[in-house]
Each structure stands twice: as C-alpha cells, then as structure tokens.
C-alpha cells in the first residue's frame, strides 16, 4: 500500500508560483511512476506531467517550459514547480504513484491516489 499526501496549493495571482509537494508513505512496493493530475470544474481530469522509474519525465503542452516535475529519493517526495501561472491552471491538483510488486513495466497505470490540493489563479 503507498499513501500519498499532497500539499503546498493556495491561491497567487497570473504570473506567480507555486511548489507542490507529494509525500509518499514508504513501501516495499515499487514505485514504477509518479505523476500529477489536475481537474478543474467541469471538466475531465488530464495529465499535468510525470516521471518514471527511468528518470524520464513528460509534460502537458499546455505546460512545457512552466512546470518543473522532481523527486527527493531521500524524502520519498515529488515536486511539481509551477512557474508563470496562468488562471487556466486553476485545479485541483492530484498526485499519483504507479507501485506494486516487481513486474514486466510496460507504462505508467496509476493505482494509489492522493487527496488533491487546489491551486487558484487570479488574473
């Protein structure tokens, strides 16, 4: 079992920033991705980015060049650095983990969930 615990969302206007952080519960699971979702009202949940078990990280277009994805080995942490943001990114943010027993890795299918943080953008 993997328990992820979001955190560092609030409210900053058009062109701020935002760091959020994902905690995850240590596990002998492991960990084959790591990924951010974003859901706003009304509207279906879409990727934010991700990273892999082999360090690659993807991104959103609508998010290249503004959102940083990293991860502390040490802390068991994701990051997602938010840079010059936009009043569309306003959403609930969501981590995800990708985890389990060792077993042939063929892409990312996300299986434990945090709780969200909501980020909201004035203009």
């Known amino acids: 079992q993997v328990q992820l615990v979001e955190s560092g969302g609030g409210s900053v206007q058009a062109g701020g920033s935002l760091r959020l952080s994902c905690a995850a519960s240590?596990?002998?699971?492991?960990?084959?991705?790591m990924g951010w979702f974003r859901q706003a009202p009304g509207k279906e949940r879409e990727g934010v980015g991700s990273?892999?078990?082999?360090?690659?990280?993807r991104y959103a277009d609508s998010v290249k060049g503004r959102f940083t994805i990293s991860q502390d080995n040490a802390e068991n942490t994701l990051y997602l650095q938010m840079n010059n943001l936009k009043p569309e990114d306003t959403a609930m943010y969501y981590c995800?983990?990708?985890?389990?027993?060792?077993?042939?890795?063929?892409?990312?299918?996300?299986?434990?969930w945090g709780q969200g943080t909501q980020v909201t953008v004035s203009s």
């Open positions: 995800a983990a990708d985890a389990s027993r060792l077993r042939v890795w063929s892409g990312c299918e996300y299986n434990y």
């Open positions: 240590r596990s002998t699971y492991i960990t084959y991705c």
């Open positions: 990273i892999d078990i082999t360090g690659n990280t």
